[in-house]
Structures are given as C-alpha cells and as structure tokens.
C-alpha cells in the first residue's frame, strides 16, 4: 500500500514460492497432498528441490514468513504438510537423465549443495564426480543437524535416491590433501566449490585450550561418525544462543549429562536459536543462562576443565544490527562447575589448499562468488552454499546448487531445463473461515530425553486436510502469476 492505493500486480509473486530460496511451487504441492497424490508431490518438489524429506524435516520454512493465510488467522504449516508428503509417497523413483554431453564437473563438497549442484547437473546429462573429505555424504545434514531432528535413516535413502542416477562418489578424498584443485581444474570442464563452515570459532578467552574444552562442530562431528560422547553425571557448559548452541545442548542431555547449562550474554528473548528449540531444550532439563558473559576457563589437575567463570552483564543500548547490546554489570563474576565445555559461536571457512589456487576471499574468509556463482577471477570455478554466504540454512545452500548447476550448463554452451510432467487440478477454495494452524507435536519430553529418535511427530491424515484446507492458492486467486496458475488479468 502507498497513499492508500494498493500497489498490487499481475507481477508479485505468490509470497511462499518467492521467498522459498530454491523457488519451489507451493501451492502445487499442497494441491497435490490435497488429492492424495503424495509421489507427485514429491516429484514436483524434486524439479527444484532434490532434497524434500530433509526439507521435510529441518528446512527453518521461510516460505511461512509471509502466507497470506496470516491475513485470516495464520501462516499455513506448509513444512508439516511437506512432511506428510514425504511420509506418504513411499518410494518415488527418479527421472531420467539427459543424453549424455560428453562434460566432466567435479563437485568439492557432498553437503546439500553439492550435492543439489551434482543432481541437476546429472540430469542434464553432464557427468559428475563429487570430492568428500569425510566417510559419508551429506554435509552438516550428518555432521551437524543432531538425528532426534533428520533421521539418518531418512537421509541416507534421500542421498541414495540421488546417487541412483550415476554421480561418481569419492569420499575420504580431501581436496588440497589427496588431491589438489590444479589436478581437479586440469582433469575437469568446470568444478563446483561446495564446502561449507566446518571451522569452529574460538571464544578468545584464558582456558580455552584445557582438556574437555570442545567445540559444537567437533562433537556433532564425532556423533555424526557415530562416535557418541559420554557424558554420563557430568556438568556441562555450553557457551553460545543459537541453533547449534540448542543441538548441543539437547544432544548433551541425550548423551547422560547430569546437568547442562547454557551461557549466553544476552537475554534470552535475544537468542538466535528458534524459540521451539529453546522452549524443547528447557521442558527436557537444559537450563538457560542468560546476561552472562564467558570470562576465563579454570583448570584443575592435568589441564582438565573445572569451570566456566562468567560475568553477569545488563542489557543496554542497541548495536548496529538493531540488537540490544550486553554491557558488564556492577556484579562479580560468576563460577560454573563443568566437566565438560562446548563453544558453540559459530563456525568459520577452511579455505586451505583453494586461497593457494588463487581462489579470492572475503575479509570474513568466506569465498568471494558472483550472484551466478561463478568465481570472479577465475574460468569454469563456480563456488555457493555456507562456504561463499557464511553459515545458513540447507534450502539456501540447494539454492545455491541449483543456480549453479543452470549456470555451468549454460558456460558449457547448453541450455537445459528441468520439468517434470505433474499435472495440477484448478482449486476449490470453498472453507475459509479463520481456522488455527495445525501445529506438529513432539514426542513427550521425559520420554524423548533419552534417546536420539525422531522428536517431531507427522500430521494426522485428519490434521493434514484441515492444514491444506487452509491454503489460498494464491497463484490462482487474488494477485500475484505463477506457472501453472494465473497468468493474465481478468
Ligand atoms: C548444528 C547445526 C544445525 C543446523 N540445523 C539446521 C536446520 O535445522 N535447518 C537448516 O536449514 N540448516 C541447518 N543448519 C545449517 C545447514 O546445515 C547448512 O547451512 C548447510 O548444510 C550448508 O550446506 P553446504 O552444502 O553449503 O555445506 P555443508 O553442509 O557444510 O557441506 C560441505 C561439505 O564439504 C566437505 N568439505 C569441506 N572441505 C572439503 C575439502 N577440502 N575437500 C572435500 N570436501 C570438503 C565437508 O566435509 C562437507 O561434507 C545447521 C548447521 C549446524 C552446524
Ligand atoms: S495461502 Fe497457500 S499459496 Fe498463499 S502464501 Fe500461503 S501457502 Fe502460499
């Protein structure tokens, strides 16, 4: 609206497909879960989103941030409904690939972008090899994101469903160790820089380097391997208010700690961590710390952590990123008995062995791509996902892979595109009475505590129709165009 005229349209887009990252069509899907045809769904998804279960399960939904269901009562829960979809499909086979080009990528990373990059190139009909430093594919979706959230179960079979159109897999094979980027550039037509931020930042404080200080990554790490941590009666600190700082935390409550604490210098209602990852975290025992500042680690016999001192802080004035900003306040630091510390503020880039290659870097280290992805001083090297961005979400880092798989397809002189042969119903908007959102419930937290199963339980077949009754359709009715829907004015 401006001057009270509203500036509405043929040209806006549908809010959720816009401010998907990777583009997919929404409302179609949710059409489709309205007819039961949960394998179209999926196959629809796959055109722009290889990865709909782990999306299913952990994408942070900013398609939800502005459905225009939120106008009657409230934004639809359209990952619940992807959910259901992926729970209900069953196996859904692949498309088939493009006839061969005759073009060799190579893909540095097998996270979700590299692994989205790989998948449409593939299905272009170029040939794709993937680098992975570590034993298994899958990125931060394994090393990271604890499986009380993704199953791995679910992750290995959507990783197997895309491996099963012929991308070559090498794992264990560290680009800049086994092998170095000249040999990959020399060996290959175009290469793809996937790597993530596996680098973990340090707090800078006395202490740091005692035993039983770890980092969030190198304990989701070895839980990712399968090597699980004991904490059995231990007290344990971790340092940090986001997401990574909560999966540690719940992920220590599951490994038998006695008592976790987490330290964080703002208040809580400030922590970057979802407010249902903090609100989880506290009904399964963790408690929150807020307006307390890391100080110096204490090491008792052998260099072993004894305690977290911290400092009490009050909440001020506020920064640049319009944040409240922690001041010290007038009271004494503090002492946190742990046995164990987890630093859980961020990760950094390892660009070892690229920087070498002439690959340029930002101030921050993350690596410096163009919007096409392709790297700006370099020919046929394209780089996205967490590696070029900083950390961020799976759905941004398939984005990521998605454009550049278009963009190295047309470098290499081709110009396909991906479709899929799903046709959609016109709808049937007739029950739009505001209608709470169905939320999805958890498993009981007493009970969910001690293990690493699935916390979230899917919708009910009764809960998922009432969820789709509610969508608009917004690429039919009202303003904005998508394919498949309205393309002209009345
Ligand atoms: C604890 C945690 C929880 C998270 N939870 C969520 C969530 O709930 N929802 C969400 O959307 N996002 C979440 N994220 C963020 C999300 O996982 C990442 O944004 C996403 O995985 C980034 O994808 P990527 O492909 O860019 O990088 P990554 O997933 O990090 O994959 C990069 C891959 O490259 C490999 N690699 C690195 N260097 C080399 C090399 N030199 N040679 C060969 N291979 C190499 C790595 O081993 C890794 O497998 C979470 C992240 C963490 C850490
Ligand atoms: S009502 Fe449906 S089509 Fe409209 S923004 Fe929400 S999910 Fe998308």
Known sequence: MRNISCLGSLENPVPCVALCPAGVDIPSYISLVKEGRYADAVRLIRKDNPFPTACAYICEHPCEARCRRGMVDDALNIRGLKRYAVDNAGDVPQPRCAPSTGKKIAVIGGGPGGLSAAYYLVLMGHHVAIYEKRQKLGGMMRYGIPSYRFPREKLDAEIESIL??????????????????????????????????????????EGEDSIGVISAVEMLGKIGDDEMPDFTGQNVVVVGGGNVAMDVTRSAIRLGAKKVTCVYRRRQEDMTAQAEEVEGAIAEGAEILPLHAPLRIEEGAGHHVTALWAQPQIIGEHDKANRPRPNTASVEPVRLPADTIIVAIGQGIESHGLEEAGVKLQRSGALVARPDTQLPNMEAVFAGGDCVTGPATVIRAIAAGKAAAANIDEYLGFHHEITVDVKVSAPLCSDLRPRGRVNPSEREASERKCDFNCIECGMTHEEAVQEEGRCLRCDYFGYGSFKGGRVEKW
Do not use: P, R, W
């Open 164 to 205: 099963s159109l012929g991308i070559e897999v090498h794992t264990g094979v560290k680009v800049g160790n086994e092998i170095s980027f000249e040999e990959l550039k020399a060996n290959y037509d175009c290469l793809y820089i996937s790597i993530g931020a596996h680098t973990d930042k340090k707090v800078g404080i």
